[in-house]
């Protein structure tokens, strides 16, 4: 095992990590199940994000999560989109602190259950993607909608949409693709004729 990405030598993301540099602070809320997947997303991020927090569970007792959402001198903003069953609250006014960006990292459906158990994250403001850039990840993972993206390329959108033109995003996405392309010749069976992975053009 790599003892830096936790994964196994043969698939050691080491080498496809970017250095970001943000001023937003990411935590990632990761489901169990997510966490043993080869095909998540989470741990390139982690990598590549220098203030960036991976926290494992499903349930989370009600002070230990509030100390997660909330850091002294950080406004804390969910990435989530406003659903029916689960309508955001009233968008608190603009105020210029530094921001928690907030990340559940599941399934449409376990991330949907974890916010409706959690009243502490139902009631944080939301960020949502308004017109999310297309994903890379279909090539490895099915998705139940066309807008769904994984949950790299979903922070580093949000980031983009947040600090602007300072935030370099096209490296660490670049370096997704790659990610993907592996995965990719990696399910192909041995011998499979079959195209070559796509390329990786920011």
């Not at 406004?75 to 309508?87: I, K, M």
């Not at 949502?128 to 580093?156: F, G, K, N, W």
């Not at 996405?173 to 392309?181: C, T």
Request: with cysteine; hydrophobic share 45%; aromatic share 4%.
């Amino acid at each position: 095992m790599c003892a830096r990405c936790l994964r196994p030598q043969a698939t050691c993301l080491c080498a496809l990590a970017r250095p970001t540099g943000h001023r937003t602070e990411v935590l990632v809320l990761q489901h169990p199940q997510e966490q043993r997947q080869a095909k998540n997303s989470v741990a390139l991020l982690r990598l590549s994000l220098a203030h960036c927090e991976v926290v494992v569970g499903e349930r989370f007792e009600p002070a230990a999560l509030q100390a997660l959402l909330h850091r002294p001198g950080r406004q804390a903003r969910l990435l989530y989109p406003d659903v029916p069953a689960a309508p955001a609250p009233p968008a608190p006014p603009a105020a210029g602190a530094p921001l928690r960006l907030v990340v559940i990292d599941a399934t449409w459906r376990k991330s949907l259950r974890m916010l409706l158990e959690h009243p502490a994250l139902a009631a944080l403001p939301r960020l949502s993607l308004d017109a999310p850039q297309p994903t890379r990840y279909r090539a490895i993972r099915a998705a139940r909608r066309a807008d769904q993206v994984s949950t790299l390329e979903a922070t580093v959108q949000a980031l983009a949409m947040l600090e602007g033109p300072c935030f370099q995003a096209a490296p660490l996405l670049d370096a997704f693709g790659r990610f993907v392309a592996d995965v990719q010749a990696r399910q192909r069976p041995a011998g499979a004729a079959g195209p070559a992975p796509p390329g990786c053009g920011s």
